[in-house]
């Protein structure tokens, strides 16, 4: 019985904490004309560099999967020619 009475006061307590706290809604307020303007235009520049970057993609070619030696160059050439 105790262990009925704890959880029922536990729950009425959190209850009551939850409902004080969704009371306060956020205000919102109305944007102007120039907010507006401004919202638009980053969305006319985010597309219009995702199209940029999308053109670059295309451009650029596929590489190759070659093995790279960064340091062949500075290597003195082998006696048999191989490197």
Do not use: C, F, H
């Not at 009371?23 to 199209?51: F, G, H, M």
């Not at 053109?55 to 596929?62: E, F, N």
Request: charged share 30%; aromatic share 4%; net charge positive.
């Amino acid at each position: 019985m105790k262990i009925i009475t704890a959880a029922l006061v536990t729950s009425a307590l959190l209850t009551q904490a939850s409902y004080a706290q969704s009371n306060r809604l956020p205000t919102v307020t109305p944007l102007s004309a120039e907010d507006k303007a401004e919202i638009v235009q980053k969305r006319l520049d985010e597309k219009a560099n995702d199209e940029a970057y999308k053109a670059l993609i295309k451009r650029t070619p596929d590489k190759k999967n070659e093995k790279v030696d960064p340091w062949g160059n500075m290597r003195a050439p082998s006696a048999s020619g191989n490197k």
